[in-house]
């Protein structure tokens, strides 16, 4: 079995671990991607306090990353969402549905109480599925 690490040049981390794990399965690969939140300013605080703006964000980081490991949304099977209020749920849900509308993945939603980024009001965590 053959695990690769994803990380796409442009995609700032802190710490020690990878945006993503390519695992090769045999006649597939299964990405898991790493929970991403909004980026951050200068400040180390997330570019924009809207929800709806920090959902795209992190729609297109996560977008990017599964490109990097050759997949796409349209591969995800699995979705966990973390959100700081679930009042955002109604803004939230016709974004994720707009993104995932062609995979429709399982999905969990949760409320949590903080991110560990400042100003970070959501959380998205994916599985994807990949034919070789």
């Given at each position: 079995?053959?695990?690769?690490?994803?990380?796409?040049?442009?995609?700032?981390?802190?710490?020690?671990?990878t945006?993503?794990?390519?695992?090769?399965?045999?006649?597939?690969?299964?990405?898991y991607?790493?929970?991403?939140q909004?980026?951050?300013?200068?400040?180390?605080?997330?570019?924009?306090d809207?929800?709806?703006?920090?959902?795209?964000?992190?729609?297109?980081?996560?977008?990017?990353?599964?490109?990097?490991?050759?997949?796409?949304?349209?591969?995800?099977?699995?979705?966990?969402?973390?959100?700081?209020?679930?009042?955002?749920?109604?803004?939230?849900?016709?974004?994720?549905?707009?993104?995932?509308?062609?995979?429709?993945?399982?999905?969990?939603?949760?409320e949590?109480?903080?991110?560990?980024?400042?100003?970070?009001?959501?959380?998205?965590e994916?599985?994807?599925?990949?034919?070789?």
């Amino acid at each position: 079995m053959r695990i690769e690490n994803i990380k796409p040049d442009d995609l700032e981390i802190k710490g020690v671990y990878t945006p993503a794990k390519r695992i090769d399965c045999g006649d597939y690969y299964m990405i898991y991607v790493s929970g991403i939140q909004a980026p951050m300013d200068e400040n180390e605080r997330v570019v924009t306090d809207d929800i709806g703006e920090q959902t795209k964000l992190v729609f297109e980081d996560i977008n990017n990353i599964l490109r990097k490991a050759g997949a796409s949304l349209d591969n995800v099977i699995k979705a966990v969402i973390y959100l700081t209020d679930m009042n955002d749920f109604e803004v939230v849900s016709p974004i994720r549905a707009e993104y995932f509308k062609n995979s429709m993945p399982t999905s969990t939603m949760v409320e949590v109480n903080r991110l560990t980024r400042d100003g970070a009001k959501i959380e998205i965590e994916v599985t994807a599925l990949l034919e070789k």
